[in-house]
């Protein structure tokens, strides 16, 4: 009964979360600690704004573009812009792995981050702000569930993915480099013409230090972990190459060289795309 029971609610959720997809005006995804949040944050408090609604906060901004989920207070249910879609899009974000089934036929932007990057700051949220991990740094780096080729098997399966997808691709570098201009160029994917004003805006209130106070305030939906600790908050520190702080020459020449190695060629073009190149590996 217990096994048909929960068979049934995974079929109801499956149905639900297809429907929602199905109706979802385009998809933001990327691999975890690839600098979503950021941009995830100026959208909603740039929509919020064209729906005359104000700024958003690391709380709010679920209510604006919801998680690809279930969950009442940061998932579909918790959008709040049903009626007004023709100003606010229904935009669902994801870490999900892809599956056509999954995110059918619909637009997605997807972001990406220099690898190096991406594995110092999910070391440090896996073993300071998640407590899941023991290891030490060339430990995660080989760890297959949690390190680097976790973030390979993500990037060539959604590299394969993206062609059957009207699709746009941004880095966290070139965000950090012109946020106007890589907002301004996705706003226009999502056929939104950008209000510069606006923009400008939220992008001012979505500045790093600002969602850091926000958080080391007690801004963030619950979750246990020292907001003290600077290395354990989700706003950890926000910089472009910061890798080279903790990595030392051979971590970082083994994550270059087994990207250039593992990911496929389609894989490659997205962070190329995204101006992240391994060129001495190519």
């Keep these: 009964m217990l096994t048909t029971q929960r068979a049934l609610r995974k079929m109801e959720t499956r149905i639900k979360m297809t429907w929602a997809a199905s109706g979802a005006d385009a998809f933001l995804v990327s691999y975890p600690k690839s600098g979503r949040t950021w941009f995830r944050h100026i959208l909603s408090d740039y929509f919020s704004r064209t729906a005359h609604d104000g700024n958003v906060d690391l709380f ?5 573009l919801p998680n690809f ?3 009442p207070e940061r998932g579909i249910p918790a959008f709040r ?3 007004q879609r023709s100003r606010v899009p229904l935009i ?6 892809y599956r056509h089934m999954l995110f059918l036929h619909r637009p997605v932007i997807f972001m990406v981050r220099d690898p190096r990057d991406v594995v110092v700051s999910a070391y ?3 073993t300071r702000h998640k407590h899941r991990f023991e290891g030490d ?3 995660f780096i080989c760890d297959y569930q949690q390190g680097l080729p976790a973030l390979i098997v993500y990037l060539n399966s ?3 993915g993206l062609k059957h997808h009207r699709h746009a691709v941004l880095s966290y570098e070139e965000l950090t480099g012109d946020p106007v201009g890589t907002s301004s160029r996705i706003l226009r994917f999502l056929r939104h013409d950008p209000s510069a004003a606006d923009l400008e805006e939220a992008i001012e209130a979505s500045r790093f230090e600002a969602m850091r106070e926000h958080e080391v305030a007690g801004g963030l939906p619950a979750h246990v972990y020292d907001r003290g600790d600077a290395e354990s908050r989700r706003m950890r520190r926000g910089k472009v190459g910061g890798f080279a702080d903790y990595l030392t020459d051979a971590q970082a020449e083994l994550i270059e060289r087994t990207c250039s190695e593992w990911l496929t060629s389609a894989a490659k073009e997205l962070l190329c795309r995204g101006g992240i190149h391994f060129s001495r590996y190519n």
């Design 81 to 83: 812009y049903t009626e």
């Design 60 to 64: 709010r901004m679920f209510e604006v």
């Design 158 to 160: 959604w590299a394969k």
């Design 137 to 139: 740094m060339d430990a």
């Design 92 to 97: 669902l974000v994801s870490h999900l792995n």
């Design 69 to 71: 989920d279930l969950d």
């Design 124 to 126: 440090f949220h896996a």
